[in-house]
């Protein structure tokens, strides 16, 4: 079924299937004047044709149909375009002639071509219109090059401070990183060699005892005249056990001297210096033995019938 449609721009009237219509959703390219209209809105009958007061020319000829124009989700009717152009005025309304083509006038609703389009610099150049420009201060590769050795400058820093970080932390822990993992102890004892300082060992109390211990009267000569007889003299004798895994500092050693109502009449601190000799000094109490040690002592002005024995650290 074929059906009869008139271009609203310039009047002439196609003859387009029912079919194509449907398939383009009715919109129609004029082939005289390119304009894209509704077919379905100006459809015409035969009689409209034939009593119209200034026929507008009829050709068959076969319409351009516009096909995916518009969404199939638009009405048709959204896109129709507008029947009759407006017209626009600049200067005074009343004088139409300066609108009106003429000799040697142009028509102002027509745009004139310069035989050029029109050019957009997307980039405009500043200095152009003063002469010159100046040349940009980094190139891009440069700039990429700077951005490059900015961020291993900031990655090395990160790397240094971390490692100086775990520097303080094992100076600080030393200690506690010899004992829980012995086999540290060499290289926290060669870099301490440098710094000037020292690996201390344990310092568990609980870990040390006092297995034995005596204190015996020696037999001294009968003083002559002119010495002291108020002086005794004593021999400290005691075992000390170090029960620990690990080697240990040598423990400090508190001497009570008591009278026969079992009051202190004399205390005394022993320090490692004063029951080791100089090699046991330079050297850690060893983990699971025992030391024997013997101290002199010599009391005056107090009469000694028994004594106490702890140890500490100090």
């Known amino acids: 079924m074929d059906l009869t449609t008139r271009c609203p721009s310039c009047g002439t009237v196609f003859q387009a299937s029912l079919q194509d219509l449907q398939l383009r959703k009715g919109y129609i390219r004029c082939v005289q004047c390119a304009h894209i209209f509704d077919g379905y809105a100006e459809v015409v009958s035969d009689s409209a044709n034939t009593t119209d007061d200034a026929p507008r020319p009829h050709a068959r000829i076969e319409p351009e149909l516009v096909e995916h124009v518009v969404p199939d989700d638009v009405p048709p009717s959204v896109f129709r375009p507008p029947r ?16 009106q083509p003429g000799p040697g006038r142009p028509d102002p609703r027509v745009p004139v071509d310069s035989g050029r389009g ?70 926290l004892e060669g870099a301490c060699a440098a710094l000037s300082c020292k690996v201390p060992y344990a310092r568990d109390a609980s870990q040390l005892v006092i297995t034995g211990s005596d204190l015996k009267l020696d037999n001294v000569p009968e003083p002559s005249a002119g010495t002291d007889s ?9 075992t000390l056990r170090n029960r620990g895994a690990q080697p240990s500092m040598w423990p400090s050693l508190v001497l009570d001297l008591n009278d026969s109502s079992g009051a202190r009449v004399v205390r005394r601190n022993l320090h490692p210096r004063d029951y080791l000799s100089s090699a046991q000094l330079g050297k850690p109490f060893p983990a699971d033995s025992e030391l024997m040690v013997q101290v002199p002592l010599t009391v005056s002005g107090v009469r000694v019938i028994g004594f106490e024995l702890t140890l500490f650290f100090s």
């Not at 200067?91 to 002639?97: E, R």
């Not at 108020?230 to 005691?238: A, I, M, R, V």
């Open 84 to 99: 009759e152009e407006p017209r626009f005025t600049v200067g005074d309304p009343g004088d139409d002639a300066a609108l």
């Open 118 to 187: 029109f050019v957009v610099d997307a980039h405009p150049t500043r200095g152009q219109a003063y002469g010159g420009s100046a040349a940009p201060l980094l190139r891009q590769d440069e700039g990429g090059l700077l951005q490059q050795m900015g961020r291993w400058t900031l990655n090395l820093l990160v790397v240094l401070g971390l490692l100086l970080l775990l520097a303080q932390l094992a100076y600080v822990y030393r200690s506690q990183i010899a004992l829980a993992v012995p086999s540290m102890r060499p290289v």
């Open 230 to 238: 108020g002086k005794q003299h004593f021999e400290l004798s005691l």
